[in-house]
């Protein structure tokens, strides 16, 4: 060993000191770059723990011996933790283009926070620390190990007095604080509604009006007409005849009807169809001529055919009150096309 390296062993307590007195905060990083070879070289670094924080890869192969370059021979690899006292280490290494080892080391601190004790250095020169140490968290947080209270703390508030006005179990209703209500409550709903559970009337309330008043003039089942209120119009005994007026319509007449043409009777028929576009054939009646007319009231117009089906647009066209006169042998060779289903047309005819 040189005389650097018995230098570096005999001063250790006062390197140890000074970390020490810099108030704990005694840590240090310190990178082992592996680029040039090393074989024992010593390193003046001090402390009582020492541990391989990282490696630049699993290549990164080094060791050390603490204190004498005689002493065993210490791997360094990720997670090598060492905690004994030491004032150099011997570092060894082969040459390693681009590779290093993160060393951190320095006093185990932790340790002597956790006994809460005065620490004393017995060693020449040394300082004594007969006072509790003020710990700063420098802006984080300290870990606390062993027992501690939960972040919930226990209270217990039996013997705590009660506020002005709390209730006590004297004053507590009995029977499960059921209350009896002696006479009606009235109820506001405070310009809104209420809602009533159970059985109630529903939206709209029944109502029995079978013993209601008649109101004045009021219709009675004595008074209805019979059938169906079916009226029978009766001119017989020299009444005179009954007027009817269409109202500015016209009237249907279902069947044959006899026209009066000069004062001679002139047989007719109404042609009429359930479906729009198809074709309609009159009844059969022998004759020498007919007038056909479509009525006023309807709404599309009629295709007429004379003995072949009519078709929209190849014959002569009816629209209402339109009529025309032909020269026929019977009236079963109209055929008419109505453009609107159940209209009609008249069909007046001679022999």
């Known amino acids: 060993m040189g005389l650097e390296d018995t230098n570096n062993l005999r001063d250790w307590d006062k390197r140890l000191l000074e970390q020490y007195q810099r108030g704990w905060d005694n840590y240090l990083r310190r990178r082992i770059h592996l680029d040039v070879a090393r074989d024992l070289d010593c390193w003046g670094i001090c402390g009582e723990f020492l541990t391989v924080e990282s490696v630049s890869s699993t290549a990164a192969i080094g060791s050390i011996r603490l204190n004498r370059n005689t002493n065993d021979s210490i791997d360094l690899e990720v997670g090598t933790v060492v905690k004994t006292i030491f004032c150099q280490i011997f570092i060894t290494h082969a040459a390693l283009q681009g590779e290093w080892i993160d060393i951190v080391y320095g006093i185990n601190f932790e340790y002597y926070k956790a006994q809460q004790v005065a620490v004393t250095l017995a060693v020449p020169g040394a300082v004594?620390?007969?006072?509790?140490?003020?710990?700063?968290?420098?802006?984080?947080?300290?870990?606390?190990?062993?027992?501690?209270?939960?972040?919930?703390?226990?209270?217990?508030?039996?013997?705590?007095?009660?506020?002005?006005?709390?209730?006590?179990?004297?004053?507590?209703?009995?029977?499960?604080?059921?209350?009896?209500?002696?006479?009606?409550?009235?109820?506001?709903?405070?310009?809104?509604?209420?809602?009533?559970?159970?059985?109630?009337?529903?939206a709209t309330q029944p109502v029995s009006a079978a013993a209601l008043p008649l109101p004045a003039g009021a219709a009675t089942s004595a008074l209805q007409l019979p059938d169906g209120h079916n009226v029978t119009v009766d001119n017989a005994g020299g009444a005179a005849a009954v007027n009817i007026q269409d109202g500015g319509n016209a009237i249907t007449v279902d069947g044959s009807v006899t026209a009066v043409d000069n004062g001679i009777a002139q047989p007719c028929i109404t042609i009429t169809n359930a479906n729009a576009d198809q074709n309609t054939v009159g009844a059969n009646h022998a004759c020498k001529r007919v007038?056909?007319?479509?009525?006023?009231?309807?709404?599309?117009?009629?295709?007429?055919?004379?003995?072949?089906?009519?078709?929209?647009?190849?014959?002569?066209?009816?629209?209402?009150?339109?009529?025309?006169?032909?020269?026929?042998?019977?009236t079963n060779l109209v055929n008419c096309l109505f453009k609107v289903a159940n209209e009609k047309v008249t069909v007046v005819y001679t022999n």
């Not at 003995?307 to 009529?323: E, F, H, I, Q, T």
């Open 128 to 202: 004594t620390i007969q006072e509790p140490l003020s710990v700063d968290d420098n802006g984080g947080s300290l870990t606390v190990d062993g027992v501690f209270w939960q972040a919930t703390q226990p209270v217990s508030a039996a013997a705590l007095p009660l506020p002005a006005g709390a209730a006590t179990s004297a004053l507590q209703l009995p029977a499960g604080h059921a209350v009896t209500i002696q006479e009606p409550l009235s109820v506001d709903d405070n310009g809104a509604s209420l809602t009533v559970d159970g059985v109630f009337f529903q």
């Open 291 to 330: 007038l056909i007319r479509a009525h006023t009231i309807n709404v599309g117009l009629v295709w007429v055919d004379f003995n072949n089906a009519a078709v929209a647009l190849a014959c002569y066209p009816l629209s209402a009150g339109d009529s025309v006169g032909v020269p026929l042998t019977n």
